[in-house]
């Protein structure tokens, strides 16, 4: 499967952004989705995940509360809205698709990535 990430950019601290990440050449309800987030010289961190057929919605504790994971199974697509945004949410945002299996809050855990698009968030 390919993976298609969009929508990232600048944006003041409080503010808004939407990604998205389209997916092709694969049964896209059988894919836990998961973005990830990798700063200047930290880690690959996770952010949220999503599961294939029942949507249960995983986030990370520095998200939980201000970000939306969701997918759109009948469009291949899954989104995450990231919303009271902080200069410390900077980074270079991917997601991830693993097959049919559970949820993993790793990166290893994950067979498919999409180029990542970078979110700035200014103070």
């Known amino acids: 499967v390919q993976l298609q990430a969009s929508g990232g950019g600048l944006v003041r601290a409080g503010g808004s952004l939407g990604l998205s990440c389209a997916a092709s050449?694969?049964?896209?309800?059988?894919?836990?989705m998961g973005w990830f987030r990798q700063a200047p010289g930290k880690e690959r961190e996770f952010v949220a995940a999503?599961?294939?057929?029942?949507?249960?919605?995983y986030y990370a504790d520095s998200v939980k509360g201000r970000f939306i994971i969701s997918r759109d199974n009948a469009g291949s697509t899954v989104y995450l809205q990231m919303n009271g945004l902080e200069p410390e949410d900077t980074a270079i945002y991917s997601c991830?698709?693993?097959?049919?299996?559970?949820?993993?809050?790793?990166?290893?855990?994950?067979?498919?990535w999409g180029q990542g698009t970078q979110v700035t968030v200014s103070s």
């Open positions: 050449g694969g049964t896209f309800s059988g894919y836990v």
């Open positions: 991830a698709g693993r097959y049919y299996r559970s949820v993993s809050f790793y990166a290893s855990g994950y067979d498919y």
């Open positions: 999503i599961s294939g057929s029942d949507g249960n919605t």
